[in-house]
Structures are given as structure tokens and as C-alpha cells.
T-cell receptor, first 115, second 112 residues
Framework: AQSVTQLGSHVSVSEGALVLLRCNYSSSVPPYLFWYVQYPNQGLQLLLKYTTGATLVKGINGFEAEFKKSETSFHLTKPSAHMSDAAEYFCAVSLSGGSNYKLTFGKGTLLTVNP | KAGVTQTPRYLIKTRGQQVTLSCSPISGHRSVSWYQQTPGQGLQFLFEYFSETQRNKGNFPGRFSGRQFSNSRSEMNVSTLELGDSALYLC???????????FGPGTRLTVL
């Protein structure tokens, strides 16, 4: 079974400050890991993903995440927050390989950016 | 290329009724997954269809069902609606043999 824990249901940062959203996972097999963002009244938009290869993954809008197997973590970072980054962020895990399209999501972290 | 579309965007039903939601995947995508999003339970996987066959199923009662048509469009049905079924229902499509799910805007279901 897989699970995802997102530490902090609400994170508040100042504009221009570092954004760090934490995600830890549990998986019995090598996982695929994803970060999605959700703006109010919208669906989920993929920010970035880790499947295999380089453990530092760069995504859209200046976000990046690092897969750390020893720590079972996949934290999301952005060097400088922008007002438009305010949204809810979800970390998700799926089984690697083949045609398994079941995503298990964390509870989400609401990011607030203060001017 | 058009994204995933879901209809209707909003629905209001009363307890005991049934409802059908529709999802049109991105052109060329053959897998469609459904998720329920609620404030209490978060995002939960309902089921996934590929080439008209259900391949994966989440832990939901039999009142929740789905199907996929030959053009990859999918519908999900909820019978005997309960207040707790009020949620945002999200559909996602995936191209075969890839790993990224693309989500639609969702259908907001309110059960009164």
C-alpha cells in the first residue's frame, strides 16, 4: 500500500521568500512521485514529476523537487514566492512502471503569499 | 489540443436521486480515471478505465459505477445519493504507456 504525508496543511510566506512544501511517502515498490497545484474552482495542474533518473526535478513556474530515497521525501521548493503562487498543492504517489494509474494523494498544503 | 472536459460543471441533486457525470479525455488518451475530492477525505481514487475496461477500482461502495465508451469518453454514475456524496468529482486522462494524468476542471455535486 502507498501513502503520502504532507507536513503542514497551511504554509504562509512573504512575496520573494523561499517556498518549501514538505512531502513524505510510503511505498513498497519504487514510486512515481508528482506535485500538482489547484487554484480555486479549478482542476489539478501538474507541476512536476519524478519517475526515474535524475533525482532533482524541475517543473513549471520555477518549482523544483528532490527525490530522496533514504528519507522517503519529495519536498517542493521555489526560491522566490510570487503572489500568483497562492494555491493548494498536492503531493501524489503511484506505483512505478506499467499501466497503474491510481494516484494516492496527500491531504494538500494551502500556500498563502503575503505582499 | 483541447484539454479534459467535464460536464456538467455544477449539479444540485436531492438525497435518493441518481446522477451521471461525463468526461471527455484529451484526444488520443485512452485511460480515464475518476477522483472524488472532499474537504474531509481529500482526493480519493474512484476507478480507472482503459479501452472500455475497468482496470483499477478504489474503495467506494457499489453505488458508484462507471463506464467508458469506444471513443474513450467516460461516465460515472452515483445512485441513491447521500449527503456525503457532495464533492468535486475530477476526471483525468492519460496517454497509453505514459505516467502523467491530466485533470479536467471537475464537476461540483451538491446533494441536498
Amino acid at each position: 500500500a502507498q501513502s503520502v504525508t504532507q507536513l503542514g496543511s497551511h504554509v504562509s510566506v512573504s512575496e520573494g521568500a523561499l517556498v518549501l512544501l514538505r512531502c513524505n511517502y510510503s511505498s513498497s515498490v519504487p514510486p512515481y512521485l508528482f506535485w500538482y497545484v489547484q487554484y480555486p474552482n479549478q482542476g489539478l495542474q501538474l507541476l512536476l514529476k519524478y519517475t526515474t533518473g535524475a533525482t532533482l526535478v524541475k517543473g513549471i513556474n520555477g518549482f523544483e523537487a528532490e527525490f530522496k530515497k533514504s528519507e522517503t521525501s519529495f519536498h517542493l521548493t521555489k526560491p522566490s514566492a510570487h503572489m500568483s503562487d497562492a494555491a493548494e498543492y498536492f503531493c501524489a504517489v503511484s506505483l512505478s512502471g506499467g499501466s497503474n494509474y491510481k494516484l494516492t494523494f496527500g491531504k494538500g498544503t494551502l500556500l498563502t503569499v503575503n505582499p | 489540443k483541447a484539454g479534459v472536459t467535464q460536464t456538467p460543471r455544477y449539479l444540485i441533486k436531492t438525497r435518493g436521486q441518481q446522477v451521471t457525470l461525463s468526461c471527455s479525455p484529451i484526444s488520443g488518451h485512452r485511460s480515464v480515471s475518476w477522483y472524488q475530492q472532499t474537504p474531509g477525505q481529500g482526493l480519493q481514487f474512484l476507478f480507472e478505465y482503459f479501452s472500455e475496461t475497468q482496470r483499477n477500482k478504489g474503495n467506494f461502495p457499489g453505488r458508484f459505477s462507471g463506464r467508458q465508451f469506444s471513443n474513450s469518453r467516460s461516465e460515472m454514475n452515483v445512485s441513491t445519493l447521500e449527503l456525503g456524496d457532495s464533492a468535486l468529482y475530477l476526471c483525468a486522462s492519460t496517454r497509453a504507456f505514459t505516467d502523467t494524468q491530466y485533470f479536467g476542471p471537475g464537476t461540483r455535486l451538491t446533494v441536498l
